[in-house]
T-cell receptor, first 108, second 114 residues
Framework: AQTIHQWPVAEIKAVGSPLSLGCTIK??????LYWYWQATGGTLQQLFY??????VESVVQLNLSASRPKDDQFILSTEKLLLSHSGFYLC???????FGKGTRLTVV | GEQVEQLPSILRVQEGSSASINCSYE??????FPWYKQEPGENPKLIID?????ERKQIQELIVLLDKKAKRFSLHITDTQPGDSAMYFC?????????????FGQGTVLSVIP
């Protein structure tokens, strides 16, 4: 069975500080991986997707970047956080199913 | 890009009655329509879905209907229980190149009153 692990579970970060969120999937080779973002109380938006190592496509511009350094790993990052980055970040290996527990980010 | 409109944003029903949530989409190339239930602090959970080659699907108390001509789909929860109280999202998906792009509705907060 496939398992997806996201880290950290929660973060409180200062405006202007860097951020790195991680996602690892096990039990699935060459998965399509996705990052989603949900503002508090809001809907979900697809941010990035990756179909192979080293290749990432941006769907929505939110001053974030993503990388796929390994087949089973997907990283979301920024060098300077904004208040608007607060929310819930979800990683998925299929576009329509969420296996990750998510990372709750609060920017203060 | 695709836009998905979801109504109502808030829905309160009595326990045992039915709840209906309606969504509409714009892109006729969308071919997959999932529904998610999200409880506070949790990630969204896929509860039922329908593909464009179907008009109706039922899983226990959940019924989804799809009208491709009108570009509308809906979720009906029959015999609602307090445990059905949550946020519900509809979504529409289309394949674009290597991406299965999923566009979500704005969500419906369902409250089932005992």
């Amino acid at each position: 069975a496939q398992t997806i692990h996201q880290w950290p579970v929660a973060e409180i970060k200062a405006v202007g500080s860097p951020l790195s969120l991680g996602c690892t999937i096990k039990g699935k080779s060459s998965p399509n991986l996705y990052w989603y973002w949900q503002a508090t109380g809001g809907t979900l938006q697809q941010l990035f997707y990756s179909i192979t190592v080293g290749q990432v496509e941006s769907v929505v511009q939110l001053n974030l970047s993503a990388s796929r350094p390994k087949d089973d790993q997907f990283i979301l990052s920024t060098e300077k956080l904004l208040l608007s980055h607060s929310g819930f970040y979800l990683c998925a290996w299929r576009a329509e199913v969420f296996f990750g527990k998510g990372t709750r980010l609060t920017v203060v | 890009g695709e836009q998905v409109e979801q109504l109502p944003s808030i829905l309160r029903v009595q326990e045992g009655s039915s709840a209906s949530i309606n969504c509409s989409y714009e892109d006729s190339a969308s071919n997959y329509f999932p529904w998610y239930k999200q409880e506070p602090g949790e990630n969204p959970k896929l509860i039922i879905d329908i593909r464009s080659n179907m008009e109706r699907k039922q899983i226990q108390e959940l019924i989804v209907l799809l009208d491709k001509k009108a570009k509308r789909f809906s979720l009906h929860i029959t015999d609602t229980q307090p445990g059905d109280s949550a946020m519900y999202f509809c979504a529409a998906m289309r394949a674009t190149g290597g991406n299965n792009k999923l566009t979500f509705g704005q969500g419906t907060v369902l409250s089932v009153i005992p």
